[in-house]
């Protein structure tokens, strides 16, 4: 609720931000790309992955593609902290601002 809601909404959209670089560097639609994403998702798909050779939903277990599960987990973990480390810097600048007014 509040600020955490959004703080997870932001984070949601960072990690978008991985099949919409996939489809523009595969020459599709990125917004298209997403939409059909989500929609597989959505239809209860559990694991959807972008074919970058026609900009379609697939099974990337299904296609034998598997990602370093290690890499993966780096990823999340370090995005967490960086996250943490960005909204201190921000509470230390609003504080810094209020110190000056007041």
Known sequence: QGRAKLGVQTFADALLVIPKTLADNAGYDAQDALLKLQEE??????????????????DPC??????????KRQ?????AVIAAQLLLVDEVIRAGKQMKKG
């Open 75 to 79: 990823m999340l973990d370090s995005a």
């Open 41 to 58: 998702q959505e239809a209860g798909s559990p694991k959807v992955g972008l074919d970058v050779e026609t900009g379609e939903p697939l």
């Open 62 to 71: 299904a296609a034998g593609l598997w990602d370093n599960f290690r890499v």
